[in-house]
């Protein structure tokens, strides 16, 4: 029969006496305060990663970063009124403003928040697309991909030229690589590959054979 030590006894009595206090500790505070919910979509990109800020007061009480569904929670907020401010690099700032949270309730937000393109701070891709010959190719079908740092692509966008054979893509300024393929009917794709390393306007130009007459 294992016996334990009188010192050993003690010390696992004072530790569960610990647990159990901490645990009767945190169910109090969690029934003496609330939290709040929410969910983040964003015009481009992935709704992961956006810094969302609660304010009580014009002071900052806490931070969080939205998961990759962009849903975020806030929890052992004391009750009281809230304003909640949304940030990513290459999009607009959120701001939502009273949001009343009761103790022992979580107040939801839904996903009715959405964040869209900060005109003045995201890559731009523009391109044109022309034959053999100089001229523009309109309706041709153009593919924009990432290139990942295994070598491998993903897509992530597309477009048909327009009818003087433009095209462009908005993206966050993060530093990547992408891909740009036009595919003609008449022959095989034709790249590009294009680095971003910041907001602004970055030029592409593809040449695709002439359509057979």
Same mark, same amino acid.
């Given at each position: 029969?294992?016996?334990?030590?009188?010192?050993?006894?003690?010390?696992?009595?004072?530790?569960l006496?610990?647990?159990?206090?901490?645990?009767?500790?945190?169910?109090?505070?969690?029934?003496?305060?609330?939290?709040?919910?929410?969910?983040v979509?964003?015009?481009?990109?992935?709704?992961s990663?956006?810094?969302?800020?609660?304010?009580?007061d014009?002071?900052?009480?806490?931070?969080?970063?939205?998961?990759?569904?962009?849903?975020?929670?806030?929890q052992?907020?004391?009750?009281?009124?809230?304003?909640?401010?949304?940030?990513?690099?290459?999009?607009?700032?959120?701001?939502?403003?009273?949001?009343?949270?009761?103790?022992?309730?979580?107040?939801?937000?839904?996903?009715?928040?959405?964040?869209?393109?900060?005109? &003045? %701070?995201?890559?731009? #891709?523009? $391109?044109? =697309?022309? @034959?053999?010959?100089?001229?523009? !190719?309109?309706?041709?079908?153009? *593919?924009?991909?990432?290139?990942?740092?295994? &070598? %491998?692509?993903?897509? #992530?966008? $597309?477009? =048909?030229? @327009?009818?003087?054979g433009?095209? !462009?893509?908005?993206?966050?300024? *993060?530093?990547?690589?992408?891909?740009?393929?036009?595919?003609?009917?008449?022959?095989?794709?034709?790249?590009?590959?294009?680095?971003?390393?910041?907001?602004?306007?970055?030029?592409?130009?593809l040449?695709?054979?002439?359509?057979?007459?």
């Amino acid at each position: 029969m294992n016996t334990f030590p009188m010192n050993t006894k003690r010390l696992m009595r004072a530790s569960l006496a610990t647990l159990v206090l901490a645990t009767a500790t945190a169910m109090a505070q969690d029934r003496a305060t609330g939290g709040i919910k929410g969910r983040v979509r964003v015009e481009t990109g992935v709704p992961s990663g956006v810094t969302v800020v609660i304010r009580r007061d014009e002071r900052e009480v806490n931070r969080v970063l939205t998961d990759k569904s962009g849903s975020f929670l806030v929890q052992r907020l004391p009750a009281g009124q809230y304003a909640l401010t949304f940030r990513k690099p290459g999009l607009s700032v959120g701001t939502v403003e009273n949001v009343e949270v009761k103790a022992g309730k979580t107040r939801s937000l839904g996903d009715r928040l959405i964040l869209t393109v900060d005109e &003045g %701070s995201i890559a731009f #891709i523009r $391109g044109s =697309v022309f @034959n053999q010959g100089g001229r523009s !190719v309109p309706g041709a079908k153009v *593919e924009l991909a990432r290139i990942e740092v295994d &070598g %491998s692509t993903k897509k #992530i966008d $597309g477009r =048909v030229t @327009n009818e003087t054979g433009s095209f !462009v893509f908005r993206l966050l300024p *993060e530093t990547a690589t992408y891909r740009v393929t036009v595919k003609p009917a008449n022959a095989g794709p034709v790249s590009q590959d294009v680095e971003i390393d910041g907001a602004a306007v970055y030029r592409v130009a593809l040449s695709v054979p002439a359509a057979p007459k």
